[in-house]
């Protein structure tokens, strides 16, 4: 079966960066935790990475990406983005923000680009998962590739 190319597949290629992806099976357009995807790829959580998009306090988005056996720590985050506090934003608005619906957020592609966060512990591997920019599809590549794409810093992001 043939992979249908999303916006994050597309930036790869007109950047010549190695990927691979990886299917897994899914109930429709229900989102799947990142637990669940990990278990899917037959992967370690740590190195399977979800999307989160949230909002400053000066009405900014930032992106952070984070290990799925983990959960953001918004203070920290806040921090690193050098704003005074972020929330999450509401599921209703992600498709709005980044062109990808929940479950299926790719940090590369979105309609924008963000300033994106990545959990410092990403570099120690020579290869991640996160969502290739629909729900049953990971992108699989070196996270230091991913500094030659987006506006990235990796960060201690999590609780």
């Known amino acids: 079966m043939k992979t249908v190319k ?7 290629d ?3 960066i190695k990927y691979s992806v990886s299917l897994y099976e899914h109930n429709g357009n229900e989102a799947v935790d990142g637990i669940s995807v990990a278990n899917c790829l037959n992967e370690d959580p740590n190195k399977v990475f979800k999307t989160l998009v ?3 306090n000066t009405k900014e988005f930032f ?4 290990p799925a056996n983990h959960e953001l720590n918004l203070k920290k985050c ?3 983005a050098g704003v005074k506090k972020v929330d999450m934003i509401h599921v209703k608005d992600i498709n709005k923000i980044t062109g990808y619906i929940r479950g299926g957020c790719s ?3 979105m309609k924008k680009v963000f300033s994106t966060f990545i959990h410092e512990t990403a570099l120690t591997f020579d ?6 920019g629909k729900i049953g599809c990971q992108i699989q590549m070196n996270p230091k590739d991913l500094f030659d ?7 201690d992001i999590i609780q």
Do not use: W
């Open 149 to 155: 794409l987006i506006p990235i810093q990796a960060a």
């Open 6 to 12: 999303t916006n994050a597949m597309r930036l790869l």
């Open 14 to 16: 007109r950047n010549k």
């Open 107 to 109: 940090p590369l592609g």
């Open 127 to 132: 290869s991640i998962y996160f969502s290739g």
């Open 78 to 80: 806040a921090k690193v």
């Open 63 to 66: 992106v952070f990406m984070l």
């Open 54 to 56: 949230t909002q400053a």
